[in-house]
């Protein structure tokens, strides 16, 4: 039974014998970057790095899943990097835009 499964993917139109496999199993190195940057401080993240990451990972999902054979290392490999992508911009617009150390308007008490 491994053997068939393993003769399927040999064979499948988007398997080891076809760059279809390749591209999106090499990308997984954009991802695994971005999740070791992680430990970055935001200062560091870069606003067009971040963004190309996510609309990358999002517009790729998408053709991912119109094309065929459908692509799902691509598919997966994309979610990730979209979902990497939109964690580090929450954390550069945390940072930029609502710094943790000032200080807040005082409420009036009726």
Do not use: C
Request: aromatic letters at 12%; glycine letters at 6%; charged letters at 15%.
């Amino acid at each position: 039974m491994a053997a068939s499964k393993l003769q399927a993917l040999w064979n499948h139109p988007a398997g080891p014998k076809t760059i279809h496999f390749w591209a999106p199993t090499f990308k997984w190195g954009i991802s695994i970057a971005n999740i070791a940057d992680f430990a970055k401080p935001p200062e560091k993240l870069s606003y067009p790095q971040q963004i190309a990451v996510t609309a990358t990972g999002v517009i790729w999902s998408r053709y991912s899943t119109v094309i065929t054979p459908k692509n799902w290392n691509l598919f997966s490999v994309n979610i990730a990097m979209a979902g990497t992508g939109i964690y580090q911009l929450s954390r550069k617009i945390k940072h930029d835009y609502f710094p943790e150390g000032e200080a807040k308007p005082a409420v009036a008490s009726e």
